[in-house]
């Protein structure tokens, strides 16, 4: 086995592998001709979605979707680390954590392997189709052995525009009848994956191509578990005040990678520079490479001796964690033993841009009342050289993922306030143990991963 796979076991990295397998499929013929109106009338407008959720205890955040006609609601983890869309599918569903009666019933609508959506991806992993007309499989592993097999579908997604029109663009997603999760967490209880990367397949790149949206990605997340909003579309994107640095281009990559940055503690220099980034809202927590982790870990400790908070190994929330002499009710109780970390892009001091991470966007209170540190080591988690910014340092921060110009920006912003949309947060998801999402689509970082060791062939 591959040592990459044994060190990832809890916190799950995807990649996908299409397989052509059985059944000729109708590809959604009859939707052509809308869609060839949409293309012509290139709106380009934005949908709005209300966001719940939260980095702890439930470690991930969701927007509730509509799908199919008649449309049927689904609760769905936005992942701007991930492409492809899926939701728990009866099909039968094996190992689903939906009942039934909640689950996406296909309706002899699976795409063929030859589609542009499932051939043109672009994996490693992919297989030449066998027949042009077979079902376009898919399987999603996870590095703790987690995975969602499937078939790429099309259907209806009724959405209602900023503009005040509404559409009923036909898009690909996948149609996940088997999932596993033979890990020592549960996997989380929404329905499934809202892939917001950068890939062909994802639901903003296809609105965008059928001129429903711009493809440009916003989310802003509230702090205090309130929640917060997702876009797809620009109207949102405030015309100033916006600090903006460019999408690393070379290699290609389907994440939004950032060029390098210098980490700064208290506004002063780490000695830690050339570090390159993933914005991943599919991340509970935020990850560092050794080097990065390890300065700025003793920076912090450095400035916690002779202070009241001590160490505390009893609580294992997380890796790193201290406790007062009292529990602890609120980031804000400790926040002035802490500096403000900033990753600065671009440059120099004069000409850099800088995305500040100030204590509460990298501390988390516990149900023990301890408060721990939330950026990670993520080389010892398997991710290498690899450092992720996740959902802990978007806290009331607007994040723009602009694909139309390949660079991704950020202003503070009030996340509960949701913009020209009604406050109907709806779901019905446990808190009670905390789930620490991943990486989202990080599978071009690993390599021989042993996920597809148990697929079963399926046919819908």
């Given at each position: 086995?591959?040592?990459?796979?044994?060190?990832?076991?809890?916190?799950?990295?995807?990649?996908?592998?299409?397989?052509?397998?059985?059944?000729?499929?109708?590809a959604?013929?009859?939707?052509?001709?809308?869609?060839?109106?949409?293309?012509?009338?290139?709106?380009?407008?934005?949908?709005?979605?209300?966001?719940?959720?939260?980095?702890?205890?439930?470690?991930?955040?969701?927007?509730?979707?509509?799908?199919?006609?008649?449309?049927?609601?689904?609760?769905?983890?936005i992942?701007?680390?991930?492409?492809?869309?899926?939701v728990?599918?009866?099909?039968?569903?094996?190992?689903?954590?939906?009942?039934?009666?909640?689950?996406?019933?296909?309706?002899?609508?699976?795409?063929?392997?030859?589609?542009?959506?499932?051939?043109?991806?672009?994996?490693?992993?992919?297989?030449?189709?066998?027949?042009?007309?077979?079902?376009?499989?898919?399987?999603i592993g996870?590095?703790?052995?987690?995975?969602?097999?499937?078939a790429?579908?099309?259907?209806?997604?009724?959405?209602?525009?900023?503009?005040?029109?509404?559409?009923?663009?036909?898009?690909?997603?996948?149609?996940?009848?088997?999932?596993?999760?033979?890990?020592?967490?549960?996997?989380?209880?929404?329905?499934?994956?809202?892939?917001?990367?950068?890939?062909?397949?994802?639901?903003?790149?296809?609105?965008?191509?059928?001129?429903?949206?711009?493809?440009?990605?916003?989310?802003?997340?509230?702090?205090?578990?309130?929640?917060?909003?997702?876009?797809?579309?620009?109207?949102?994107?405030?015309?100033?005040?916006?600090?903006?640095?460019?999408?690393?281009?070379?290699?290609?990559?389907?994440?939004?990678?950032?060029?390098?940055?210098?980490?700064?503690?208290d506004?002063?220099?780490?000695?830690?520079?050339?570090?390159?980034?993933?914005?991943?809202?599919?991340?509970?927590?935020?990850?560092?490479?050794?080097?990065?982790?390890?300065?700025?870990?003793?920076?912090?400790?450095?400035?916690?001796?002779?202070?009241?908070?001590?160490?505390?190994?009893?609580?294992?929330?997380?890796?790193?964690?201290?406790?007062?002499k009292?529990?602890?009710?609120?980031?804000?109780?400790?926040?002035?033993?802490?500096?403000?970390?900033?990753?600065?892009?671009?440059?120099?001091?004069?000409?850099?841009?800088?995305?500040?991470?100030?204590?509460?966007?990298?501390?988390?209170?516990t149900?023990k009342?301890?408060?721990?540190?939330?950026?990670?080591?993520?080389?010892?988690?398997?991710?290498?050289?690899?450092?992720?910014?996740?959902?802990i340092?978007?806290q009331?921060?607007?994040?723009?993922?602009?694909?139309?110009?390949?660079?991704?920006?950020?202003?503070?912003?009030?996340?509960?306030?949701?913009?020209?949309?009604?406050?109907?947060?709806?779901?019905?998801?446990?808190?009670?143990?905390?789930?620490?999402?991943?990486?989202?689509?990080?599978?071009?970082?690993?390599?021989?991963?042993?996920?597809?060791?148990?697929?079963?062939?399926?046919?819908?």
């Amino acid at each position: 086995m591959n040592p990459k796979s044994q060190t990832i076991n809890i916190f799950p990295a995807v990649f996908f592998l299409l397989l052509c397998a059985q059944q000729p499929s109708q590809a959604t013929k009859d939707s052509s001709k809308g869609q060839v109106k949409l293309q012509n009338r290139r709106l380009g407008s934005s949908v709005v979605f209300p966001v719940s959720g939260n980095v702890y205890p439930l470690g991930y955040y969701y927007v509730l979707l509509n799908i199919g006609n008649p449309p049927k609601l689904f609760d769905l983890d936005i992942d701007t680390g991930s492409d492809l869309t899926w939701v728990q599918c009866d099909a039968p569903c094996n190992g689903c954590t939906k009942p039934r009666d909640s689950q996406y019933k296909p309706n002899h609508n699976t795409l063929p392997c030859s589609h542009l959506l499932c051939s043109g991806l672009d994996l490693p992993q992919s297989k030449p189709c066998d027949d042009p007309d077979d079902q376009c499989d898919y399987e999603i592993g996870y590095s703790d052995h987690a995975s969602s097999v499937g078939a790429l579908v099309s259907d209806e997604f009724p959405l209602r525009l900023e503009n005040g029109s509404t559409m009923h663009p036909h898009l690909t997603f996948g149609c996940g009848y088997d999932q596993q999760s033979p890990g020592p967490h549960p996997p989380p209880p929404t329905a499934g994956i809202l892939g917001l990367g950068r890939g062909k397949v994802s639901i903003s790149s296809q609105l965008s191509s059928l001129g429903v949206t711009k493809n440009v990605i916003v989310h802003c997340l509230s702090r205090d578990g309130k929640g917060g909003f997702l876009s797809i579309g620009d109207e949102l994107v405030p015309s100033s005040g916006v600090t903006w640095t460019s999408l690393a281009l070379k290699p290609p990559s389907k994440n939004y990678k950032t060029g390098p940055a210098e980490i700064l503690f208290d506004d002063k220099a780490t000695g830690v520079k050339g570090v390159s980034f993933v914005f991943d809202s599919g991340s509970s927590y935020t990850y560092f490479n050794a080097e990065a982790y390890q300065a700025v870990l003793e920076l912090v400790r450095k400035d916690l001796k002779g202070k009241a908070l001590k160490d505390s190994k009893e609580d294992k929330s997380l890796p790193v964690c201290w406790k007062d002499k009292r529990a602890l009710k609120s980031v804000h109780d400790v926040k002035k033993y802490f500096k403000t970390i900033s990753l600065r892009f671009g440059g120099s001091q004069k000409n850099g841009q800088v995305f500040q991470i100030p204590p509460e966007s990298y501390l988390i209170i516990t149900e023990k009342g301890n408060v721990c540190l939330g950026i990670l080591n993520g080389t010892e988690i398997g991710l290498e050289n690899y450092n992720i910014i996740g959902d802990i340092s978007f806290q009331g921060i607007m994040v723009i993922y602009d694909n139309e110009k390949q660079r991704i920006g950020w202003i503070p912003s009030d996340c509960d306030k949701l913009p020209n949309v009604d406050q109907d947060n709806g779901g019905d998801l446990s808190e009670e143990e905390a789930y620490p999402r991943g990486f989202g689509l990080m599978g071009e970082l690993f390599t021989g991963t042993d996920a597809s060791k148990n697929k079963k062939d399926g046919e819908l």
